[in-house]
């Protein structure tokens, strides 16, 4: 039954993924991908859409992918499984939290866990930028085509961000990149 799969699929997500949402889209993509619930392409376009969109990233993407299969129980069924584990996690951890806090072990563990986070982390953030600057937004099996737009229009932003940064000393309002980068995707593209 899919909604069992649906189910499963994203708890066992939401079980074994630590850092967040982008650290979840390796494993997403390779259940998801492999299983025929969407295409590779899709995902990518969608995880643009779901960072501008209201609501927790994973959660975003779990209940488009269920609503893709099997329309509002499918997007439920997604959902709940990818968010129950956080939920059970959050419970224990507060409870263990309380009593280890001072913990050598507990805090060792903890530390073990940061790199391979900032690895996943760092795998989706160099995935989609070949994605999108050589592959022309496509599938990496795609023909290479340098986007010099694309790559243009990121130098300029991050350009910005960097002397906004110096000028300022302060971090750039993201409500308000997010809103210039869509302005100037408009006139761009």
Known sequence: MIFLELFGVFFLIGLFTFGGGYAMIPLIESQVVSRGWISTDALYDFIAVSEVTPGPFAINIATFIGSSQQGFLGALCATLGVVLPSFIVILLLATILRKFSKSKYLSGAIDGVKP?????????????????????????????????????LFLIIFGFVLIYKKVFKKDFNTIGMLIISAIFGLIVF
């Open 116 to 152: 391979i986070i900032i690895s996943l982390i760092s795998s989706t953030v160099i995935m989609l930028m070949v994605k999108t600057f050589f592959f022309g937004g496509s599938s990496l099996q795609s023909p290479f085509v340098i986007d010099r737009t694309t790559i243009a």
